[in-house]
């Protein structure tokens, strides 16, 4: 996992409520454990039709949205099944900030372990967010907040042990084994 301090991409918005993981990467796509490439599947439903055409309505579609990384999307992104694939694809797709007013709680924490920061703001910071779809906004895990282009930031809570794993770019594991020689230092002394 990469180190994730700021983040600066134009944000695309899908305001649909409750986009659950299926939508988000469907079931067809869930016989792999590679991370690469999934990416591919994500929300194909919605980005193609029966005969893999792009749909031209799908917004990730229109040529200012394209390659965007940030995504505000409507109220309880995530919900659903508990699948790892879901943040996967997002960030193989190249999205790595979630915005919403409710975010999942598995989705959540399946994000956090994989590198796409999910953000919960408030109804008013949503529509402030949405109102500056299609520019580019930074996000800013060191600080906890988004700097929009009007100069007024909004700040975001995140749990700290998940802000300083993804600052350092690790996982859950990858943080224990960086403390590696302090854990085997414990486990000597314990011993004795």
């Known amino acids: 996992m990469e180190a994730f301090t700021r983040f600066e991409s134009v944000v695309a918005v899908l305001p649909q409520e409750n986009i659950d993981t299926d939508q988000i990467i469907p079931a067809r796509f869930l016989t792999t454990t590679e991370r690469a490439g999934i990416g591919k599947g994500c929300f194909a439903d919605w980005r193609f039709d029966a ?111 998940a802000r300083e794993c993804m600052l350092k770019g690790v996982d859950q594991m990858g943080y224990l084994l960086m403390h590696a020689d302090a854990i085997a230092a414990f486990e000597k002394s314990r011993a004795a």
């Open 51 to 161: 005969d893999g055409n792009e749909r031209p309505d799908f917004p990730l579609h229109r040529p200012e949205l394209r390659g965007a990384g940030i995504l505000a999307a409507g109220r309880n992104f995530g919900c659903g099944s508990s699948r790892e694939h879901a943040p996967w694809a997002l960030h193989d797709y190249g999205i790595r900030v979630v915005i919403s007013t409710r975010i999942a709680d598995i989705f959540r924490n399946n994000a956090l372990k994989n590198g796409v920061l999910p953000i919960v703001v408030s109804e008013a910071d949503w529509q402030r967010i949405a109102g500056f779809e299609g520019r580019r906004i930074v996000v800013d895990l060191e600080a906890q907040r988004v700097e929009l282009p009007d100069a007024s930031p909004i700040t975001f809570e995140i749990e700290p042990f």
